[in-house]
């Protein structure tokens, strides 16, 4: 079928700023991953108060991440099969009823660890369904023209809910507590559901009786066709190294070393993840005003060797803070600019690898192929955040950044012989 008959408007746009359908998606996905910085940024920060354990706070991290994980191919053929506007709406629904109960529990004095990993069971399963959901509609809303700016576009909401919802969560925690983030959290999966009903999306896959017996078969089908993709399954394997690497440093070294080791504030700790963001804003900036190109091997050896090279210096900001050389206050500022050359990075190797994904498999395929995708780069997360967690508390925090960054250094050297 004809690009032009996939493309669900039915007239076509001079602009992606006037595509109805795809500012919907883009303002609702905004709402909702605002409301999801707030309520990630505390609950991490909260486990890690009243625990005090790194192992604690990576086994919840990682509790979530493996059912994602696990359901995520799942959700990819589910994507597939059903009309992907109904999903992502009655997906934000549910996890809107779903977290404002847990939070109105918690109003009435019924708190419990437990009803954290209830919370985190019932987001990660919709969002099984609503990321290859949301991520393979796209295609079909916009223009080819217009894909690589909507990716960045999408990318940066990210960033921009980062920004403002990183520092939110330190002000909300500090001022008003854990609960009343449960219940913001809510009001934004609501409004973002509400906001894509109006998205005018006809379900085009063409699902018969035989096919619906086929579920299993088209998972491992699924990934025999990804294996046989030979430059996408070796990126992919390299994410999952890089993931297994560096979930760790991020998820729970960081909130670690500031919250037990500096010990700032949870405001503070929040500068670092804005940071990030905006680099990451200005990385998809920089990516759009580039010469597309489907080859995405040079970003990913850059990508290694600035990752390499920041861990390193985080070991060198550690070590100086515990022997005295610099305060606190110096610490956040080399953490707040180093992250910000991370964000920028990390959009510069994302984005392009997404719209190789767009532009490469055949719609038929790309809510399955997207999710498993997914699930192979994230396939190794937990483990890290489990092993990272453990790590924590067991060794030294400047010879966990040394050895991390010396094994990083050891790959991006090792990648340009491949």
Not at 138 to 154: G, Q, R, W
Not at 162 to 190: D, E, P, T, W
Not at 322 to 337: D, E, K, R, T
Request: aromatic share 12%; with cysteine; proline share 3%.
């Amino acid at each position: 079928m004809e690009r032009e008959i996939e493309i669900n408007n039915a007239k076509r746009v001079n602009s992606i700023f006037s595509n109805k359908n795809f500012m919907l998606l883009f303002w609702g996905k905004l709402v909702s991953q605002l409301g999801d910085v707030i309520y990630n940024m505390a609950i991490g920060w909260y486990i890690l108060t009243i625990t005090k354990s790194a192992t604690q706070m990576s086994f919840y991290m990682a509790f979530g991440t493996v059912v994602y994980v696990v359901l995520s191919p799942f959700g990819g053929v589910v994507a597939d099969r059903y009309n992907r506007k109904y999903l992502i709406v009655l997906m934000d629904i549910i996890r809107g009823v779903a977290v404002a109960t847990i939070g109105m529990l918690m109003f009435f004095n019924i708190k419990s660890i437990s009803l954290l990993y209830i919370s985190s069971f019932i987001l990660s399963v919709c969002g099984a369904i609503f990321v290859p959901a949301s991520n393979s509609i796209v295609p079909n809303i916009v223009e080819e023209e217009h894909l690589t700016k909507a990716n960045s576009m999408t990318s940066s909401i990210n960033s921009l809910s980062n920004i403002f919802g990183l520092v939110a969560g330190g002000v909300l925690y500090a001022l008003l507590g854990i609960k009343f983030i449960f219940l913001l959290n809510a009001v934004s999966y609501i409004l973002s559901g509400i906001s894509r009903m109006f998205i005018d999306y006809e379900n085009k896959i063409d699902i018969n009786e035989e096919k619906e017996k086929r579920f299993i078969k088209e998972l491992l089908e699924t990934f025999i066709y990804i294996k046989h993709q030979r430059p996408v399954f070796v990126v992919i394997l390299m994410a999952t190294l890089l993931n297994f690497i560096l979930v760790p440093v991020f998820a729970v070294y960081l909130p670690y070393i500031f919250n037990q080791i500096v010990k700032t504030s949870a405001l503070e700790y929040s500068y670092v993840g804005a940071s990030e963001s905006i680099g990451f804003l200005l990385g998809a900036i920089i990516i759009s005003a580039l010469p597309q190109r489907d080859k995405i091997n040079i970003y990913l050896k850059i990508g290694i060797i600035v990752y390499s090279v920041l861990v390193f210096l985080a070991y060198l900001g550690v070590n100086s803070y515990i022997n005295g050389y610099i305060s606190s206050q110096v610490f956040v500022i080399i953490f707040v600019l180093m992250a910000l050359v991370l964000g920028t990075f990390s959009s510069i190797i994302n984005i392009p690898f997404g719209v190789f994904i767009q532009r490469k498999i055949p719609n038929e395929l790309l809510g399955r192929v997207s999710a498993m995708l997914g699930t192979l780069s994230m396939a190794a997360m937990p483990l890290g955040m489990l092993l990272g967690g453990v790590l924590t508390d067991l060794l030294p925090m400047n010879i966990l950044l040394l050895i991390t960054s010396i094994i990083l250094a050891i790959i991006s050297i090792s990648g340009f012989f491949f």
